[in-house]
């Protein structure tokens, strides 16, 4: 069982960035962070590889935000630049048994509580 902890949400103005970070309990496989907007179903933001060498975000955010992972550590990152206040929701970092990257939440097995970013106009 992996327990994964988010941390570094907050309220940030447009144009600002925010990094995440999500702490595992022991590592694992392939990481990614999604996020749920108000209202809205949960959707993909980024993944990466247990090898760090595949990443792929989701159109919305490719070129803004980008995801890293220091196995040594068991964390991942995701640092987010460029925020705009549609990128505000809860983001969620989750885990998965296999090592190959994926872009839907159905491939993982482990989730974290979320962390909040607020991003104003």
């Known amino acids: 069982q992996v327990q994964l902890v988010e941390s570094g949400g907050g309220l940030v103005q447009a144009g600002g960035s925010l990094r995440l970070s999500c702490a595992a309990t022991?590592?694992?496989?392939?990481m990614g962070w999604f996020r749920q907007a108000p209202g809205k179903e949960r959707e993909f933001a980024a993944t990466i590889s247990w090898s760090g060498v595949s990443t792929y975000y989701a159109d919305s955010v490719r070129g803004r935000f980008t995801i890293a992972r220091d196995n040594a550590k068991n964390m991942v990152y995701l640092q987010m630049n460029s925020l705009k206040p549609e990128d505000t929701a809860v983001y969620y970092c989750?885990?998965?048994?296999?090592?190959?990257?994926?872009?839907?939440?159905?491939?993982?097995?482990?989730w974290g509580q979320g962390t909040q970013v607020t991003v104003s106009s």
């Open positions: 022991s590592s694992s496989g392939a």
């Open positions: 989750a885990a998965r048994r296999l090592r190959v990257a994926s872009t839907s939440s159905r491939e993982y097995n482990y």
